[in-house]
């Protein structure tokens, strides 16, 4: 074993959206060992940055599904690889969704825009800390985006995002970080891809890693790996397509990987 990927929301932070000092801790014992850790998340990077810093991390890490590989560097974030939305398809996917009632986040490497500030917005930033530019004429002269953050609320709007995939505009992919997060990106652009060509970049295999999740969005990525390990919160088909089943994120799934992980050496 060479490596581990890690998810983010969901798998490496805890319910209340912290990193548990038993995860630290662990993350800091793989590394002792010699061992690279990625992070692979449906954030942006910007929302990532603290994650990274709390572990002692530089990058490179994996944003946007893997619509962006970055590291950081001189206190800001530098481009290793991207692939945006074109912005016709964004746009059509945008007014689709708006008009499902769905709350969308254009997001970009330096920030995200949002039409108007409804709860699912107001529960993005709180989860991550990363506020929002309010653009009423989105998408107007807008950046094209790396992905779009489709968002219903409450349990109740999701159907809606679930008729919104099925609808998508040639241009546009969808798959689920959350039962209420459906996140757009560019077809053929995912954790996996990324994951590959970062291990080619540094001269290892997807089979030398292992890869832990808990969403639709990080199935691809386990089943490249050489051990995928699905989280005890995990959605049945993740554990489904793991090899393994670690503890859920408030019981320290990924210390107890880790450590399994280290032990099995």
């Known amino acids: 074993m060479r490596g581990i990927v890690l998810d983010v929301d969901g798998t490496l932070l805890d319910p209340g959206h912290r990193i548990a000092p038993a995860t630290a801790a662990a993350v800091g014992r793989a590394r002792a060992a010699g061992l690279h ?23 490179p890490a994996i944003a946007f599904n893997g619509a962006l590989t970055f590291r950081l560097e001189d206190g800001g974030i530098r481009a290793l690889a991207e692939a945006p939305m074109a912005p016709g398809p964004a746009a059509a996917a945008l007014s689709l969704a708006r008009a499902r009632g769905i709350e969308v986040g254009w997001f970009t490497r330096d920030g995200w ?81 990324a994951v590959r060509a970062w291990c080619a970049a540094a001269g290892l295999s997807p089979a030398q890693l292992a890869a832990i999740g808990d969403a639709e969005n990080d199935i691809a990525m386990l089943r490249d790996a050489g051990v995928g390990i699905a989280m005890g919160n995990a959605t049945p088909a993740v554990i489904a397509a793991a090899d393994r089943v670690t503890a859920a994120n408030d019981r320290d799934g990924v210390a107890q990987a880790i450590d399994a992980l280290l032990g099995g050496r």
């Open 37 to 59: 850790v990625l992070l692979a998340s449906g954030r942006s990077a910007r929302a990532m940055v603290d994650v990274l810093a709390e572990l002692g991390l530089d990058g």
């Open 113 to 193: 825009r949002v039409a108007a500030v409804g709860p699912g917005v107001v529960e993005e930033e709180a989860l991550t800390g990363e506020a929002p530019l309010l653009d009423p004429g989105l998408p107007g002269g807008a950046p094209a985006p790396h992905k779009l953050m489709c968002i219903a609320p409450t349990a109740d709007g999701t159907p809606a995002l679930h008729a919104l995939r099925e609808r998508l505009p040639p241009g546009v992919s969808g798959q689920f970080s959350h039962p209420r997060y459906l996140e757009l990106i560019a077809p053929g652009v995912d954790k996996a891809g």
